[in-house]
């Protein structure tokens, strides 16, 4: 922290078990989850993808590319409804 600061920076990152005193102060406020972590959970809905069986890099590498999209698309807003798997 003290190199941080030294450079001028203003550190965002919270320092183990901050976030949950911070909890126990205030119950109506509730953990956030990291970006990474909801993208994992996402991903891990796919079951090719949770065990990887594809021999290729290319093919793996494809089937994320195509999960990424899926996710993608689900977020969009649309006044159609579209059925999808």
Known sequence: ????????????????????????????????????????SWFNRFRKLLVRYEKLDRSFLALNHLAASIIALRKIKLNVNIIYG
Do not use: C, D, F, S
């Open 1 to 40: 922290m003290k190199v941080i600061e030294a450079h001028g920076y203003i550190p965002h990152v919270k320092g183990r078990g901050q976030e949950a005193n911070e909890l126990k102060r205030t119950p109506e406020k509730k953990a956030r989850r990291w970006v990474v972590e909801v993208a994992h």
